[in-house]
């Protein structure tokens, strides 16, 4: 099973702030994808074949990594982007995701 | 508009049954593989399984193999998931998942609780 490592776990950010969390996988992997959870709500995609942006994804985020490190980062956090977000492989079964990051205001 | 509409949760006791189901609407249904993915209170993702679009394959994860079921009507548009000899640690909250090709998860129900316990 490939385990996928999140970090930081939690991380604070002002308005304005460039945000990188990290995603690293035991094993190569292909590519990544990210999901952003909000409070109460279900995931979203976010990011898919480790770059792409989803559809309604702002341009401040991208996407980025090969191998077994990849990451998601937003240029300048806006309130919006607090959340949780997990990272995603495809690449072997079983599929996994990472234990996620929680981005707070 | 696509939707993903689960049903059936609630609270089970631990070695009894619970069947789960997802009413899709907004997309070609049987177009597309379909996942269930949970998530334990206050914990992260975890995907349960897969299916084919056809129903024909499935892939479980191993804690729920020979427990969990995975199906689907298409001419219902409805995924389901039965659930048998239910454990304290299946306690979650399910989502369907729809599995766009090349794109990941795409679409996400709104979830549906499960609570196993005495």
């Known amino acids: 099973e490939i385990v996928l490592t999140q970090s930081p776990t939690t991380i604070a950010a002002s308005p304005g702030e460039k945000v990188t969390i990290t995603c690293r996988a035991s094993?190569?992997?292909?590519?990544m994808y990210w999901y952003q959870q909000k409070s109460g709500a279900s995931p979203k995609l976010w990011i898919y074949?480790?770059?792409k942006l989803a559809s309604g994804v702002p341009n401040r985020f991208s996407g980025s990594g090969s191998g077994t490190s990849y990451s998601l980062t937003i240029n300048t956090m806006e309130t919006e982007d607090a959340a949780t977000y997990y990272c995603?492989?495809?690449?072997?079964?079983?599929?996994?995701f990472g234990g996620g990051t929680t981005l707070e205001l | 508009e696509v939707q993903l509409v689960e049903s059936g949760g609630g609270l089970v006791q631990p070695g009894r049954s619970m069947k789960l189901s997802c009413a899709a609407s907004?997309?070609?249904?049987?177009?597309?593989?379909m996942a269930w993915v949970r998530q334990a209170p206050t914990k992260g993702l975890e995907w349960v399984g897969i299916?084919?679009?056809?129903?024909?394959?499935?892939y479980d994860r191993d804690s729920v193999k020979g427990r969990f079921t995975i199906s689907r009507d298409n001419a219902k548009s409805t995924l389901y998931l039965q659930m048998d000899s239910l454990r304290s640690e299946d306690t979650a909250t399910y989502y369907c998942?729809?599995?766009?090709?090349?794109?990941?998860?795409?679409?996400w129900g709104q979830g549906a609780s499960v609570t196993v316990s005495s």
């Open positions: 995603q492989q495809w690449s072997s079964t079983p599929w996994t």
């Open positions: 074949d480790t770059s």
């Open positions: 998942a729809r599995v766009n090709s090349g794109y990941g998860m795409d679409a």
């Open positions: 907004g997309f070609t249904f049987s177009n597309y593989y």
């Open positions: 094993s190569s992997i292909g590519y």
């Open positions: 299916i084919s679009t056809g129903g024909g394959n499935t």
